[in-house]
């Protein structure tokens, strides 16, 4: 049995993290946008554009930990069901009309909602009560794999063409 004071620690640093990261089975945890709704986390993507949603299936468990908004420190892992929730259902249109003011950057405007529906899943976080002990020892973990870069050098060229401009 899970104490009230546990579900009120993962209610409310769950609600104020805008990105908790997710531990899906045989995948590593990666941080994922979310939305607090109805007692438990909703998680959107695998769709084109959208956040991936590894080693989440519907059924399974997966660990959540919540980050501190202001310090990024850990705050609680706790354990989560994770169900697929329906287009078309009400608790589809609910917890999409919370994602919807989360999401920053959506290419196609008030149409994701429609694209959501035929393209991505949307995962339902429900905590299970179990919160975890905070691990011993460095949290390090290698970067996830990604076809991203990171800034090139400015040429140096580039200071001259700007010093002769303001002249």
């Known amino acids: 049995m ?28 990666r941080p994922l946008w979310h939305a607090w709704h109805e007692g438990a986390a909703h998680v959107l993507g695998d769709g084109p554009g959208e956040q991936p949603l ?7 468990t997966a660990e959540v930990t919540v980050r501190s908004k202001d310090k990024g420190g850990r705050l609680v892992t706790w354990t989560a069901q994770v169900a697929r929730v329906e287009p078309g259902t ?49 949290l390090a973990a290698r970067p996830v794999p990604t076809p991203a870069t990171t800034r090139e050098p400015i040429p140096a060229a580039v200071p001259r063409l700007l010093f002769k401009k303001r002249r």
């Open 54 to 60: 590894t080693g989440l299936s519907e059924g399974g």
């Open 90 to 138: 009400p608790e589809w249109d609910a917890a999409v009309a919370e994602l919807k003011t989360k999401r920053l950057n959506a290419p196609d405007g008030e149409a994701m909602v429609g694209r959501w529906a035929r393209e991505c899943r949307l995962l339902r976080l429900e905590p299970t009560g179990e919160t975890l002990p905070a691990p011993e020892g460095d």
């Open 2 to 29: 899970t104490s009230p004071l546990n579900r009120a620690l993962v209610e409310e640093a769950t609600k104020k993290s805008g990105l908790v990261w997710v531990k899906g089975s045989d995948a590593p945890a």
